[in-house]
T-cell receptor
């Protein structure tokens, strides 16, 4: 009965490679997010989608491209990986952006990306 | 954008003592004030939240207090236990399609 799931859990890759992370939620939420958590534990939002539409796009290199095929899935593709991309990437969902409880974030388990 | 700061950044307490973490924000339109707990190697999870029409909320050993005038809210943990050791984040929010800005995090260590 996993609520928000991500794959893979660990990702070790060489600089310059392209990789994807997948996220799925079975909570029926309308809004999904990608966050990056660096080695100092800062949690920074990257993207937010509401019902498959991009609503937040922070200052993120265009090597990062999110894609939401439907409101239960949000994937993240990263081109030409760099050393500085090493971090934990969390997917999250919330019931309804703008709704009375729309702000609570439900996080996935995270994907630990290490670029060598 | 919203500036969100937490103090202290690290906190060590003896088991059984109380811990208080403060979150200061800049957006006066903020109306939702949650606290998340992230254990080592795990995902952040909501532990308590409060809305701007309430000044204080309590749930067993944890409580959140809000001072909207001064733009800060605090997490209070009483009778701390080793399992309270984690990083705690605040994430004040103003609603709608605004982005959620997480605080800088506070690492709490409870010493047995």
């Amino acid at each position: 009965d996993t609520a928000v799931s991500q794959t893979p859990k660990y990702l070790v890759t060489q600089m310059g490679n392209d990789k994807s992370i997948k996220c799925e939620q079975n909570l029926g939420h309308d809004t999904m997010y990608w966050y990056k958590q660096d080695s100092k534990k800062f949690l920074k939002i990257m993207f937010s989608y509401n019902n498959k539409e991009l609503i937040i796009n922070e200052t993120v290199p265009n090597r990062f491209s999110p894609k939401s095929p439907d409101k239960a899935h949000l994937n993240l593709h990263i081109n030409s990986l760099e050393l500085g991309d090493s971090a934990v990437y969390f997917c999250a969902s919330s019931p309804l952006a703008g709704g009375p409880s729309g702000e609570t974030q439900y996080f996935g388990p995270g994907t630990r990306l290490l670029v060598l | 954008g919203e500036n969100v700061e937490q103090h202290p950044s690290t906190l060590s307490v003896q088991e059984g003592d109380s811990a208080v973490i403060k979150c200061t924000y800049s957006d006066s339109a903020s109306n939702y004030f949650p606290w998340y707990k992230q254990e080592l190697g795990k995902r952040p999870q909501l532990i308590i939240d409060i809305r701007s029409n309430v000044g204080e909320k309590k749930d067993q050993r944890i409580a959140v207090t809000l001072n909207k005038t001064a733009k800060h809210f605090s997490l209070h943990i009483t009778e701390t236990q080793p399992e309270d050791s984690a990083v705690y984040f605040c994430a004040p929010f103003s609603g709608g399609y605004q982005k959620v800005t997480f605080g800088t995090g506070t690492k709490l260590q409870v010493i047995p």
